[in-house]
Each structure stands twice: as structure tokens, then as C-alpha cells.
């Protein structure tokens, strides 16, 4: 199936100050996730952003600062657990989650879990997402592969929202894919 703009919710997982030091290949994941914020952006796609115990976890990086992006605080691994995530994201009535984010076998593989329960489908974006050991990040893309979770890239998600060459959101996005 494809990713699609008017379909999706893009989940950006804990990706705070004093954690995104601390997982591998941090630049690439930031990087990433900014591209994904930039298209959501452009295509309409409603983002929300977590933030697991902000008072010692600190707050979103200031790259991903995102003025469209509704921002809330957690304890609960899983986002679905957490009564503010739940609410916010059933209200968005779209039955796709695109899912960025730390860590990946923490937050990411039970946020993904408890959506497919639910009968979303999902999309983990392995080039944004991240934990601290490399063994980590590749048993949680196997784990969610199996469970029937799409495993994608940032450019893949860009390009199914985008759907065609030649429009202005294209045009907008193609020198950060370049």
C-alpha cells in the first residue's frame, strides 16, 4: 500500500536534548526527520511530536522545531498509552501513522505495536529513526517487519505524499532529497 498525505500522521518520537546524543548516526536521523517535517508541511500532513519526561529528558532538538506540530509530553512508552497522544491522534481521523523517532526499540516499536493493534496502518522511517546500539535499531526494524509494518525511507514517504513531479511542493522539496 502506499503512504498517502491525505491518509497520514507523521509521529515524531522523542527526539530531545539530552537523548539524541547519545544514538547512533544522530546527524542522519535529524536530518531526516527535518525532511519528513518540511513535506509534511507542504503536503498537509498533521505532525505530532512526543516528548518522554521532558524534565529530564529535555525538549525537541531546536532543528525540529516545527510550527504546525502539536507537541506533548509523555511517560508511557507506547504514545498510544498516553491518554493526550491517543486523543490527539484519534481526532486526526487518518488511518495512517508515519513514525519517526528514538528510540527504536523502545518507543517506536511499542507506539507501532499498539497502532497496528488498532488497525492502522504503519510506516516506520528507518533512515529517522535511531537508538543507541546498532543491534537495536536492526532488531526493531525485523520486529515490525514481521508484525506487517511497512519499514520505509524518508525519500520513499517524500515521494508516495508527493505523488507527481512537476507541482510546487515538488519543486519545494526536491534540493532537500538532492
Not at 18 to 31: D, N, S
Not at 96 to 102: F, L
Request: glycine residues 4%.
Amino acid at each position: 500500500m502506499l503512504i498517502r498525505a491525505q491518509d497520514s500522521v507523521l509521529v515524531v518520537i522523542d527526539m530531545q536534548e539530552r537523548l539524541v546524543p547519545a544514538m547512533q548516526a544522530p546527524a542522519r536521523t535529524i536530518r531526516n526527520t527535518k525532511t519528513l517535517l518540511a513535506a509534511a508541511d507542504q503536503v498537509e500532513v498533521p505532525v505530532i511530536m512526543t516528548e518522554q519526561y521532558p524534565a529530564g529528558l529535555g525538549k525537541t532538538v531546536p532543528e525540529l522545531a516545527s510550527a504546525n506540530a502539536v507537541v506533548l509530553p509523555k511517560m508511557h512508552f507506547s504514545c498510544m498509552e498516553d491518554t493526550d497522544f491517543a486523543a490527539e491522534f484519534r481526532r486526526l481521523n487518518r488511518p495512517q501513522a508515519v513514525i519517526a523517532g528514538m528510540e527504536a526499540h523502545i518507543c517506536v516499536v511499542q507506539t507501532a505495536a499498539s497502532l497496528i493493534e488498532e488497525g492502522f496502518e504503519v510506516f516506520v522511517v528507518s533512515d529517522a529513526t535511531a537508538s543507541r546500539t546498532l543491534e537495536s535499531e536492526q532488531a526493531c526494524i525485523a520486529r515490525l517487519n514481521a508484525s506487517g509494518v511497512g519499514i520505509v525511507t524518508t525519500e520513499m514517504v517524500v515521494f508516495e505524499w508527493l505523488g507527481k513531479a512537476g507541482t510546487p511542493a515538488f519543486k519545494t522539496l526536491l534540493p532537500l532529497i538532492k
